[in-house]
């Protein structure tokens, strides 16, 4: 359950006290609830304080696609976020509402759509010297296999989220790892800010010092969830509640990401930490 801090933060957001006094949905807002079954009134206020708080960090410009799989229903939980682009397609994946989307680690898998090297995305750089990929992840693969959360094709761009220990990552061929605390629980971020400089973040914190210089070029072919592009190996076994693609973050926008997400799951009653 949220501890007290957690909820009097969530209450403290101008976006929930807006929804709670019947203010105007941002523009934001308003697109993404055109394109779902109303909520009720306590998730919209949820929605709300995520999205127009990301807003506010200057975060949600950077984002190309968000998917809060923690969802009522299904067809929700399949949504982008930020627009209509890049919804999920379900291979075999189990959903429970309000928790999330689970991998059976021998053949679930997620096709997001979104493949860098021809979306033109202004966000996650084609030629992978900039971008980003976050997964919030509720449970613990035990099995110790190099497992995917996200991840396009060549091994160009990926989030490992736990093996031997460490969170293995890559966006522009550039190899990073950094600890996981011995888990792969909880809410994970990789962000490339330039061909130099790769940073890891787990649970509110950086994880390591930036490093991994991008050699690959862009990425090949379309970002699969819980498996490698295509469906095809590395099946990660765990439910996830959130996943982001995007572009770079400034260290304050990517600790701020990870608090709103944090503090939407908190909402549910589900956060990891």
């Known amino acids: 359950m949220p501890s007290l801090d957690a909820k009097r933060q969530w209450q403290s957001w101008p976006a929930l006290d807006k929804v709670a006094a019947g203010g105007a949905d941002s523009a934001e807002m308003t697109q993404f609830l055109a394109r779902i079954t109303a909520p009720s009134a306590p998730r919209k206020a949820a929605y709300a ?45 189990t959903f429970a509402a309000d928790a999330g989307w689970s991998g059976n680690g021998t053949s679930a898998w997620m096709d997001t759509g979104f ?31 190099f497992s995917y959360a996200a991840h396009t094709a060549g091994n160009v761009a990926y989030l490992c989220p736990l093996f031997a220990g460490d ?32 940073q890891i973040y787990k649970n509110g914190t950086a994880r390591g010092t930036a490093g991994g210089a991008a050699t690959a070029g862009p990425s090949i072919g379309n970002f699969a969830l ?47 930490y």
């Not at 975060?59 to 067809?75: F, N």
């Not at 860098?116 to 976050?134: C, F, L, Q, V, Y």
């Not at 890559?170 to 971020?189: M, V």
């Open 167 to 198: 969170i293995y990552s890559a966006i522009g061929g550039g190899g990073q790892n950094a600890t996981a605390s011995g888990t792969t629980r909880g809410n994970a971020l990789i962000v490339r800010t330039s061909s130099s400089s790769l």
């Open 115 to 145: 493949n860098p090297n021809t979306a033109a995305d202004p966000n996650m750089k084609a030629d992978g010297s900039e971008g980003s990929i976050a997964a919030y992840i509720q449970t613990n693969d035990t099995t110790g296999a």
């Open 226 to 272: 819980f498996s490698v592009s295509g469906g095809t190996g590395n099946w990660l076994a765990v439910q996830m509640s959130a996943t982001m693609l995007g572009g770079a973050l400034t260290p304050t926008q990517a600790l701020a990401y990870m608090s709103r997400i944090n503090a939407y799951m908190a909402a549910l009653g589900i956060n990891t």
């Open 49 to 93: 304080a995520l999205i127009d708080g990301l807003v506010a960090d200057t975060v949600w410009p950077k984002i190309t696609a968000l998917y809060v799989q923690a969802a009522a229903d299904s067809a929700t939980s399949l949504i982008n976020l930020k627009s209509s682009a890049y919804p999920l397609v379900n291979h075999g994946c």
